[in-house]
């Protein structure tokens, strides 16, 4: 029996080449978000919304939710890490940076 492995979904979350947002910006200090996904990912989501998508929530607010649901857990994680990085002796605070990223922040110089 082979073994499959199934990437994360979160792998690629921030490469350049896997989302192409469009973001204007409006009047009175509105944004308009926007992206396009492939077939795959539309069929995707589309399968998803039907599976959990209550018939009373249009599918605007559904994505609205989605949206800041997603940007909700990613503060929550941020703020979590940065805690755990943190400590304080003697009254200061520092925070202790991942050596992968100081190895990036150097080779970036």
Not at 13 to 24: D, G, H, I, Q
Not at 74 to 93: K, P
């Amino acid at each position: 029996m082979s073994e499959t492995t199934v990437e994360s979904p979160m792998t690629n979350l921030f490469s350049e080449r896997s989302w192409k947002p469009v973001v204007t910006h409006r009047n009175r200090g509105r944004m308009k978000v926007s992206f396009k996904l492939s077939k795959d990912e539309t069929s995707a989501f589309q399968a998803f919304q039907k599976d959990v998508r209550p018939e009373e929530i249009s599918e605007e607010n559904f994505i609205k939710s989605i949206f800041f649901l997603g940007l909700s857990t990613l503060e929550q994680n941020l703020s979590q890490r940065i805690a755990e990085s943190m400590t304080v002796e003697d009254g200061e605070v520092s925070l202790e940076v991942p050596e992968e990223v100081s190895d990036d922040n150097e080779n970036a110089e």
